[in-house]
């Protein structure tokens, strides 16, 4: 375990213009509703501000401890796994103290070196792991390639629907992903258009509406703002630079529709306070509220693509990420450590084992067993038995040898 990372947030300030309380004046029973509801969307602002900023914050603290902590780890993994399958190639081609391996065994040993190769080309192109594929594999490169391009094609079209697949081109998966989706992209983009041009629903009206209320309400602060910041028409030069430096900040809510900023500027430029607030007329005041609502959707779309990032990161669901919060991501952080410490080790004294006559025979053992564990987990019972009897069958569904592949399609 790694040492416990301090507290992240004990003195993580708030963002810019949260200590200035946009509110109107006056108890909850001396208020109508609009203004009841403008009191009520500043604070949610308030507050998912401050948890956005939370969650980006860690985040970023998330990410720079990924680059000096988990990828060096990963690294070193990778360099162990390569020294494995090096390790498994000589075995393979020359059993050590010329002591011959079983087919059950080496049926076994292939099919584990394959699977340990395939992450490892799919990130380097060393011509030696390579070579040591073209060995071990019965498929010829061409045959993989056109293997792989079929489980594509089947995987997409039960994604996409098989009209999608017509004409479609690409070698790889990834290829082929990107061209369904880009013409997924454009049905839907005809679906959309299609669908403008029908009447819109009274709903879609009523969204409508409410954005260009929004919309309106933003302009309308922005420009008062504008109006007495700008800089040009300001002759002192200290002033100058503090209202450039508010027209910045003014310029950059309005690039963001952030309405409680623009508001939180007048109050500091003695545009607005409570008492004025209070006097708006409803029509405005339910102008902001339209604004705020657009506020409030846009920070919790903003939250959950940040959780969407640390939960891919740390390979769990988006759903539990959000329940345990961002205080508890360091402790989540340092398992994932402590695993794939764990893994690198395990797979550098595998490789120690298969070098040492004296503990190579149990080593092949302990991997026989690990995919026969993997094949009845996964389900594939056929294989499994035939794999641990004397024909001649492949082991790992997803290592299957060429010769089996080419007489199943012979026998269809």
């Not at 509110?23 to 500043?42: E, H, W």
């Not at 952030?258 to 029509?283: H, K, M, S, V």
């Not at 329940?323 to 508890?328: K, M």
Request: include cysteine; glycine fraction near 4%; aromatic fraction near 4%.
């Amino acid at each position: 375990m790694t040492k416990q990372q301090g507290r992240l947030f004990d003195d993580l300030p708030l963002p810019e213009g949260l200590t200035n309380v946009v509110k109107i004046a006056g108890s909850s029973k001396q208020l109508d509703p609009a203004q009841r509801t403008f009191n009520r969307l500043t604070d949610q602002v308030r507050e998912k501000r401050e948890t956005v900023a939370r969650w980006k914050a860690q985040f970023d603290h998330l990410h720079q401890r990924a680059l000096s902590e988990m990828m060096p780890l990963l690294e070193e993994t990778q360099r162990a796994q390569t020294d494995l399958v090096k390790h498994l190639d000589a075995l393979l081609s020359k059993p050590s103290g010329g002591k011959r391996l079983s087919q059950k065994r080496r049926n076994a040993l292939g099919e584990y070196l394959l699977w340990l190769l395939e992450p490892l080309l799919a990130q380097t192109d060393d011509p030696e792991l390579k070579a040591i594929r073209d060995r071990h594999s019965a498929l010829t490169n061409e045959e993989e390639a056109e293997l792989e391009r079929e489980m594509a094609r089947a995987m997409l079209g039960e994604m996409f629907g098989d009209e999608v697949l017509d004409g479609l081109e690409g070698d790889t998966l990834e290829d082929m992903l990107a061209n369904a989706q880009a013409r997924m992209a454009e049905k839907q983009s005809a679906q959309q258009k299609a669908a403008k041009a029908r009447r819109p629903s009274r709903k879609a009206q009523q969204l409508a509406e409410a954005q260009q209320e929004a919309d309106r309400a933003v302009r309308e602060t922005y420009r008062k703002l504008a109006s007495q910041l700008h800089p040009d028409r300001e002759m002192d030069e200290d002033e100058r630079q503090r209202k450039t430096a508010l027209m910045q900040r003014a310029n950059e809510a309005y690039a963001k529709n952030d309405l409680l900023t623009l508001l939180t500027l007048q109050l500091e430029c003695e545009q607005l306070d409570a008492d004025r607030l209070a006097e708006l007329p409803e029509a405005r005041i339910e102008r902001f509220n339209h604004a705020l609502r657009e506020q409030v959707r846009a920070l919790d779309a903003e939250k959950q693509e940040i959780i969407d990032h640390i939960a891919a990161g740390l390979n769990d669901s988006p759903r539990f990420i959000a329940r345990v919060g961002p205080d508890a991501l360091d402790a989540l952080f340092d398992k994932r450590l402590d695993d794939a410490r764990a893994e690198c080790e395990a797979i550098k004294q595998r490789a120690a084992a298969l070098a040492d006559p004296t503990r190579q025979t149990q080593a092949i053992d302990a991997i026989v067993a690990e995919l026969r564990a993997f094949e009845e987990e996964m389900g594939f019972g056929e294989l499994v038995t035939a794999m641990f009897t004397d024909e001649d069958t492949p082991s790992t569904p997803s290592h299957r040898s060429g010769g089996d592949r080419r007489k199943k399609k012979k026998r269809r």
